[in-house]
């Protein structure tokens, strides 16, 4: 028997491959539900070769459901999973509000399984942030071994981290740069056509901005609080597909062979690493893809342990639909999902 499934924000871009990755992986749903605020009530969404109606948030009874996955903004979230966690269903987070709370499990199933145990504290699951999730899944195999002193981290965020209004002010800007002139930025704060912005989220007092906070504090929680983490964010005029330049200091040593070998085996990661023209991954290869995908392993000799390399995946995927619907599955496996007696 499946389960009773509901997305909250189904009409978003995570939304829609939440929906799309349940049918791709056949997570066992008995009945889906696609939940959106009043405004998409009757808007249609695909489920595999169905196409289901969305229902008001509003009205809709979770205690109908076992499994909620939601992408939404933190502050709905904030008030809407509570409730729907105290109804019975757990909740699979997709936004901010969650991920720091102690009593509330943040996870990437490659990285700590184990803490989807603590779900039931208070029916809510976090999921990370999209650029941190990759980060993880490349850096966790690695720690394991020699233990990560320090981590230097440069993004290359596509404009799908921000929507669909960043890929829309993407394309508008692309296809009128040379005709019009480029339309004034509503998303961005300065132009993102043919151009980067070393900044995503907004400042704090430190200069750096939330979305790098959210990198270091999401890394401590999940992986180990002693790494030591700097972060520039970067938003740059690609559609699809987070990258990440990652330079790593270990304590112990590890040589690129060594490395390279322990990412081949490691879940969730394809390593893609010649030393030819055409021998790495760039994020539009990855869109659409399940894995991390790690190019340029090199050693760093600037320092004693030290190692570069490249990290690449699809940010709609494993940054953000493809981690939450692995969640469910892992809560499958451990019998965690709680099904309430069909009607």
């Excluded at 904030?78 to 499990?105: C, F, H, Q, T």
């Excluded at 599955?329 to 999902?337: A, D, K, S, T, V």
Aim: hydrophobic share 40%; net charge negative.
């Amino acid at each position: 028997m499946g389960y009773r499934v509901a997305v909250v924000g189904a009409t978003g871009n995570v939304g829609r491959e939440m929906l799309n990755i349940l049918e791709e992986v056949n997570f066992p749903v008995d009945k889906i539900h696609a939940i959106a605020s009043r405004k998409s009530i009757g808007v249609e969404v695909s489920f595999g070769e169905k196409i289901i109606k969305c229902e008001d948030v509003e009205q809709f009874d979770f205690s109908t459901v076992d499994i909620v996955l939601m992408s939404v903004s933190g502050a709905f979230s904030k008030e809407w999973a509570p409730k729907i966690g105290a109804l019975g269903p757990i909740v699979i987070d997709n936004s901010s509000a969650w991920r720091m709370d102690p009593d509330v499990p943040l996870i990437v199933p490659e990285v700590n399984p184990d803490d989807v145990d603590f779900a039931h504290k208070k029916n809510i699951i976090a999921n990370p942030n999209c650029s941190t999730a990759q980060l993880v899944v490349a850096l966790k195999p690695l720690h394991d071994r020699a233990r990560i002193k320090r981590v230097v981290v440069a993004t290359y965020q596509s404009v799908s981290g921000a929507g669909k209004e960043g890929m829309d002010e993407l394309f508008d800007q692309t296809k009128n740069v040379f005709v019009l002139g480029a339309t004034p930025p509503k998303t961005f704060p300065k132009q993102i056509a043919f151009n980067v912005i070393p900044f995503i989220g907004t400042f704090e007092d430190d200069g750096y901005t939330d979305e790098e906070h959210k990198m270091w504090r999401e890394t401590h929680k999940m992986l180990d609080p002693e790494i030591k983490l700097t972060v520039t964010c970067v938003r740059v005029p690609v559609m699809v597909g987070h990258s990440e330049a990652v330079n790593i200091e270990f304590h112990e040593p590890l040589d690129e062979d060594e490395a390279r070998e322990i990412l081949r085996e490691s879940p969730g990661l394809i390593v893609i690493d010649k030393r030819d023209d055409t021998g790495y991954m760039t994020p539009k290869e990855a869109q659409g893809e399940f894995p991390v995908f790690v190019s340029r392993i090199r050693n760093d000799p600037t320092v004693e342990n030290g190692l570069s390399m490249w990290v690449v995946a699809d940010n709609l995927r494993k940054g953000a639909a493809l981690n939450a619907v692995q969640i469910a599955e892992l809560l499958h496996q451990r019998g965690l999902i709680r099904q309430k007696a069909l009607a």
